[in-house]
């Protein structure tokens, strides 16, 4: 029996999703991050641009880095302007990282990505999965869940 999912966090505006690390990985639990972030950075991810896909969040001794996430230069910056592919913190109570540490080193799990968005009062979050990888069988039974789920809607839309 699967355990309930935690209540979803206070999502104003998502910015960049990575739809595929729910199909690679197995989800085991879910945290909100604040990021460190330029000013540039802020107002390009404002204009809804910025990308997570291929990136990763590692943890460097008393702190989390989010390695890898492209948030492009903002149009309007000058010589200001920031790195589009920079490492940025995250920014996590002491208690979250030594448990996010612990899982990874003890565990063999990932610190995996999901979104990155505003909350309700502006300010930039990340939601960061624990996560254990998939094996190529998994993620067949995944393709096939999903494309039976798919095919009852629509013969429940049919029978309607």
């Keep these: 029996m699967t355990k309930p999912l935690p209540a979803p966090f206070d999502k104003a505006k998502v910015v960049a999703e990575n739809r595929r690390a729910r199909f690679d990985y197995?989800?085991?639990?879910?945290?909100?991050?604040?990021?460190?972030?330029?000013?540039?950075e802020v107002k390009s991810l404002r204009h809804?641009?910025?990308?997570?896909?291929?990136?990763?969040a590692a943890v460097e001794g008393d702190e989390?880095?989010?390695?890898?996430?492209?948030?492009?230069e903002y149009s309007h910056g000058n010589r200001l302007n920031h790195e589009p592919r920079r490492p940025r913190k995250l920014l996590l109570k002491a208690r979250e990282i030594g448990r996010l540490n612990g899982a990874v080193t003890r565990q063999g799990l990932t610190l995996?990505?999901?979104s990155i968005y505003f909350n309700s009062r502006g300010r930039a979050k990340v939601?960061?999965?624990?996560?254990r990888g998939k094996k190529v069988h998994d993620k067949r039974e995944t393709v096939k869940e999903r494309d039976w789920k798919r095919e009852q809607q629509r013969l429940l839309?049919?029978?309607a």
Excluded: C, K, M
């Excluded at 085991?28 to 972030?37: K, M, P, V, W, Y």
């Excluded at 989390?64 to 492009?72: D, E, Q």
């Design 26 to 40: 197995f989800i085991e639990d879910r945290f909100e991050a604040g990021i460190q972030l330029s000013g540039t």
């Design 48 to 56: 809804g641009e910025g990308s997570i896909a291929e990136s990763y």
């Design 64 to 72: 989390i880095w989010l390695i890898n996430s492209h948030i492009p």
């Design 112 to 114: 995996v990505p999901l």
């Design 127 to 131: 939601e960061l999965a624990l996560a």
């Design 157 to 159: 839309r049919r029978s």
